[in-house]
């Protein structure tokens, strides 16, 4: 190579090292160039020949980072929910990033068969488990909303509200907002507690929830209004938040007068009162405070190990009562066979430790839970309880992890019926305890068992058959009772 062509061709290879990406995306004109300065003698047959071979790498080079790039790029923004909403559902767009949104709902219907125990009588009943429906979206990429009515509840008003709120996902000051994205929701959501209490009734692996989650994490409600913040790293997940008390609908106290002399057979006597109403909720009704952290070292193609735990203490007006009771894993049933009764609390604290895994089509769900009642008169008593289920997919599927939530996403069947599938069979099984007495309380102590099959024909439908027993009930009005029943559901949602 003469000295006249070493300083050109310098430049240039430097040029091609250390060009950033968008120089770089396009090395037509870095070879035209190269061209050129041969063609007028600036540079010698070997130095093109190197620089042409060393463009033509560099950019087989590009293409390939900038595959990566736009695969990290895409999996960033769908970390960040930001603009798509679920894939493979329905929804309205006004431009990309700008504003979509898509209706929500689900509907479930069971129906309950009873093989009584002779103290826990019940008759054979069907019903509308839940039927919702509501709206979804996304406005200016970051924002988020939902809105969401059971009109199951339509004749409590106010109490069928379910999510309602505002999100903001993307970045704070100082924070990365890829590494660790940011979601800020204001209005009623979710608190951050118990595994099997925020996820979705969709996705479980039973029709009801188990003993010790409904007896502990859902008292109060799980959702209710408030200000949650939640953060997640590659394997880990935070979320914390502040909550007042759900409004509900309250019946003023009817009065009536009774003619003088007492109530005789055909007459008419005045009554009045009996008005519903919705007034607003004090925040000395009671406050919470809730967190909960979540650890996974892996959770992708299959393969899922998730440990968590949360916390939350909720203080109540001073001289306020609490009741813990519960029915047996079966809603069409109004008996509840562990009770404490009422009794006087101030405020309570919750705990609880939870595990699940995923392994092709083996999953594994576990939690314990602790609440203490702080009440002097009851001598402030500890109930916990646990659960301990497993689930099997007989055609190969493998439960859907949605790890920003440490919860199950919905099973996608690997053949469709209708389209010469069989759809996803799943067995399951399921061990619970509740213990509500302690101190001074004797509200009993129930140990459960289920057992389900669950056929997904398609995806967003499945039907249910679960067989629920219970092993035994130790203390409490119920003792030595031992129901079981049979519980089918139909449900779809999109």
Known sequence: MTPRSTLPSLLIAASLGFAPPLALASNDAMQQLIKILHDKGTIDDEAYEALMLASKADEEVNAAAGADVGKKVDQSLAQLGTPALSPGKF???????????????????????????KAAAQNDAGQFRRVRLGIAGTIA???????????????????????AYISYVG??????????????????????????????????????????VNAFANYVGERNPGLKVTTWGENWTFGAGVFATRQQETVSDVTCQVPAGGFVPGETFTCKGGQEDTPPRSFGDGYAGTARFTYA?????????????????????????????????????????????????????????????????????????????????????????YYVSVGWFLTGESRPYKFQEGIWDSVRPESIVGKGGIGAWELAARYSNADLSDASITG?????????????????????LDYVHVLEVADGKFAGSEPSALVMRSAVFW
């Open 91 to 117: 929804e309205i767009k006004d431009k990309p990033g700008d504003f979509a949104w898509r209706t929500i709902g689900r509907v479930q219907y069971d129906a309950a068969l009873f093989d009584n125990d």
């Open 141 to 163: 990429t970051n924002w988020k909303f939902k809105a969401e009515y059971d009109f199951r509840e339509l004749d409590t008003g106010i109490a069928g509200l379910k999510d």
């Open 171 to 212: 970045r704070l000051p100082g924070i990365d907002p890829v590494k660790h994205p940011v979601d800020i929701k204001v209005g009623q959501s979710h608190e951050p507690f118990s595994f099997d209490l925020i996820n979705s009734s969709n996705n479980s692996l039973f029709v009801e929830r188990a003993l010790p």
């Open 297 to 385: 070292p892996w959770h992708d193609g299959g393969k899922v190990l998730h440990f968590g735990s949360g916390f939350s203490f909720r203080d109540f007006t001073d001289g306020n009562s609490m009741q813990l009771r519960e029915r047996f894993e079966v809603n069409a049933t109004s008996t509840r066979l562990i009770d404490t009764g009422k009794f006087a609390a101030d405020s309570f604290l919750r705990w609880n430790a939870e595990v699940a895994a995923v392994y092709g089509p083996f999953t594994f769900q576990s939690e314990y839970l602790m609440l203490q009642a702080h009440s002097a008169a009851a001598g402030d008593p500890v109930f916990d309880g």
């Open 444 to 464: 009993g102590e129930e140990d459960n068992v289920t057992l389900g099959l669950n056929w997904y024909p398609a995806p967003n439908l499945r039907f249910m």
